[in-house]
């Protein structure tokens, strides 16, 4: 059951917007893998918060809340193209698209792209989102165990995947340090 | 030097924060949808109103009063009367192409094949599209891109692997903002590339005089200056923006079925372009009409020329052949009445609405998630029901094997179950019909996780650990009454979205 912070302590959906928009577009591009369906599918979360704020203002963590709904619909083909085809019939307003990346680092998130829509969820948001394992379990709703196995598994694909080497001490049920950790 | 994996991972999530980084919001957060294309909305209400539940119109054969239709010439307004089952209840989509803001795609479409051939496209298909904007954003994602020189300048090679109605493709941008594309779902890069030189581009107009040496001769068997792109993203083929359309039909939430029957204005060109992007080019009939046919990874299309000047065309994913010529075979126009009562693309406010007070309001506990999960003897399962996207999905993470399989299903379905790549293990997960406390059969109920949903119904499962799977599930309420009896649906772990992607992990 997510705890409630006291009314006086919640973040406005204002503050969260200009806080994690640019993140949750990170998320939604290497999760999509489209640029342009990226600012749509956060747009999207965004807005179903609007609609629901009232409840989903009240939680510990809404940003988790957004999170979930990100990585939901960034894996879904059909979603991700309705994102595209509203994202194009904007194209006349000109809206700025996230850069292109490079062909090395394409290659990598099309490979988590070909995981199993949970594992890429689950590398997406511990890689590029530097989320813990606990956290993770709790924007996914799931076992920290069930977001380990995911992250094993996953990690063991993309190595073989993209040709590289797992670090020497990977053992079965090893989680990398997040950036966080490393940094501290 | 080799990056081990965790550095790759971080060098190319680095990348992907840092493209990010400029796109710092300017406005508040979005409070309603932007006015978008109708065909875009059209789809976006479908979702909406998958998640709200709005109670539609059951279509049946008892009110045939008026036959329903469009203008220029008469549209019927075709709506199936055996609705495939499984989906959500239909819709109704005016596409009246006239509101289309000047932010649309226009794009001119021509279509070569090989002219008097049963199949046209048997030994080569091509398109060329021109338009205006930049139509490569719209291709990102959808398979393996490269770039390529084409024309002197840098053009995007793309090869779809999402089912993409456009296979592959060459696109790049000519003189003043004119872009280009070559597309084909016959013709390899290299044919592309030659085609793409042989164009002749003056004043921003394309024409292939002559196919290059190495591609198959092709004669120009359609061409249009006035079609929407943005309704080839969302809707299928596209259409002309003069074209009166019509779309009835609704998809799951997790996209694996779907079923949608368009009607539309269209002459002989207009119907070469659909069967081109639709890949419909084996000759079949539908209700009497010459149709033609094509399938592409669990999808379905049909088109045929329903009246003069109309074409007909079906659209679906995930049907079987007896579930689809069902629905075919029952297709007829809808009446007034009928259409007037199936939801309409209501575009924002209504539908925003309807969709807080079924998925918000009161009943909401204090998430939209409500999950199981455990191990078993070769691994963890896990069961979530997610209120927000309206699905119930089950996973099984066995230790052994590099395949997870994951499922979802719509958030209604009481009883599926899925197995593990040994098949020995099966995981029976659902969500109780309303009134129902537990699992009817004794070792069931034993067995099984509960726990209440956000909405108010329970969520269980079991693990079948070297047993078989029931064929049907009894539910009983508090006082031990069966409130429902339903069979056990198998489900595949294809059913994955990420299947669509052409992943199998």
Redesign the interface.
């Known amino acids: 059951m997510t705890q409630r912070a006291p009314s006086a302590q919640r973040v406005t959906l204002e503050e969260l917007y200009r806080r994690e928009f640019s993140q949750l577009v990170s998320l939604a591009h290497g999760l999509s893998g489209s640029r342009s369906a990226a600012e749509e599918l956060v747009q999207e979360a965004f807005l179903a918060a609007h609609r629901r704020w009232e409840t989903i203002g009240r939680y510990d963590d809404p940003s988790a809340w957004l999170r979930r709904v990100v990585v939901n619909r960034s894996v879904g083909v059909i979603r991700r193209r309705v994102a595209e085809g509203m994202a194009l019939t904007r194209l006349g307003s000109r809206r700025v698209l996230p850069d292109a990346l490079p062909d090395s680092d394409e290659r990598v998130w099309q490979a988590v792209r070909n995981l199993p829509r949970r594992q890429a969820q689950v590398v997406a948001l511990f890689y590029v989102d530097d989320q813990p394992v606990h956290e993770i379990a709790g924007i996914l709703q799931c076992a920290e165990g069930t977001v380990k196995a995911h992250l094993h598994q996953a990690r063991q694909s993309l190595a073989q995947a993209l040709g590289t080497a797992l670090p020497p001490d990977d053992v079965s049920d090893y989680c990398p340090p997040t950036h966080q950790e490393v940094e501290r | 030097m080799?990056?081990?994996?965790?550095t790759?991972?971080?060098?190319?999530?680095h990348?992907?924060?840092?493209?990010?980084?400029?796109?710092?919001?300017t406005g508040?957060?979005?409070?309603?949808?932007?006015p978008?294309?109708v065909?875009?909305m059209a789809?976006?209400v479908t979702?909406l109103l998958a998640v709200a539940g709005i109670a539609v119109l059951r279509l049946t054969d008892d009110d045939r009063s008026r036959v329903s239709t469009g203008t220029r010439p008469d549209v019927p307004r075709l709506i199936p009367g055996a609705y495939p089952e499984g989906l959500p209840d239909p819709m109704a989509i005016d596409l009246p192409y006239a509101l289309?803001?000047?932010?649309?795609?226009p794009a001119s479409i021509a279509v070569y094949g090989e002219s008097g051939a049963d199949n046209p496209f048997g030994a080569g298909d091509l398109a060329v599209i021109t338009s205006d904007?930049?139509m490569r954003?719209?291709l990102?994602?959808?398979g393996?891109?490269?770039t390529v020189a084409v024309q002197g300048v840098e053009g995007l090679s793309t090869d779809a692997t999402?089912?993409s109605a456009i296979d592959r493709s060459v696109t790049w941008e000519v003189a003043d903002g004119r872009h280009v594309m070559v597309a084909s779902h016959s013709l390899d890069e290299d044919q592309l590339l030659a085609v793409a030189e042989a164009l002749t581009i003056a004043d921003g107009d394309v024409t292939l005089d002559a196919a290059p040496p190495g591609v198959p001769v092709l004669e120009q068997l359609a061409a249009g200056d006035d079609y929407l792109?943005?309704s080839l993203?969302?809707a299928g083929p596209p259409v002309r923006r003069s074209a009166e359309a019509f779309m009835v039909g609704n998809?799951t939430v997790?996209?694996d079925k779907s079923f949608f029957v368009v009607t539309l204005a269209g002459d002989a060109s207009d119907l070469i372009v659909d069967r081109w992007f639709t890949s419909a080019d084996t000759p079949t009939e539908v209700r009497g009409h010459p149709a033609w046919a094509g399938t592409d990874e669990g999808s379905q299309s049909l088109v045929w020329e329903e009246s003069p000047g109309v074409i007909a065309m079906v659209l679906t994913n995930g049907l079987t052949d007896a579930e689809l010529q069902a629905a075919v075979d029952s297709l007829r126009p809808a009446t007034d009445d009928e259409w007037d009562q199936l939801p309409h693309e209501p575009v924002d406010a209504s539908v925003?609405d309807a969709?807080?007070d079924a998925?918000?309001g009161e009943d909401?506990v204090?998430?939209?998630?409500a999950?199981l999960?455990g191990?078993y003897s070769s691994?963890?399962w896990?069961v979530?029901y997610?209120l927000?996207?309206n699905e119930l999905c089950g996973?099984l993470?066995p230790n052994a094997a590099?395949d997870?399989p994951?499922a979802c299903v719509g958030s209604d379905e009481p009883a599926s179950v899925l197995a593990d790549p040994g098949g020995t293990m099966l995981l029976l997960f659902g969500v109780m019909p309303d009134g129902a406390v537990r699992l009817g059969d004794p070792a069931l109920a034993e067995a099984a996780q509960v726990t209440n949903t956000p909405d108010g119904r329970v969520l269980y499962a079991v693990v079948l650990d070297g047993q078989p799977a029931p064929t049907q599930v009894a539910f009983v309420d508090p006082q031990d009454q069966t409130v429902a009896t339903t069979p056990v649906t198998t489900v595949d772990a294809g059913t994955?979205?990420?299947a669509?992607?052409?992943?199998d992990?």
């Open positions: 080799t990056m081990d994996l965790d790759q991972m971080r060098v190319a999530s990348s992907l924060r840092r493209a990010s980084r400029g796109l710092t919001p508040p957060p979005p409070t309603r949808r932007p978008l294309a065909a875009g789809v976006v979702l289309l803001s000047s932010d649309n795609v904007d930049d954003p719209y990102e994602g959808s393996n891109q490269r999402d089912g792109l943005a993203v969302v998809e997790d996209y925003g969709g807080d998925a918000g909401l204090d998430e939209d998630v999950s999960a191990e691994g963890l896990d979530s997610d927000v996207l996973g993470i590099d997870a994951y994955d979205i990420t669509e992607g052409g992943a992990g």
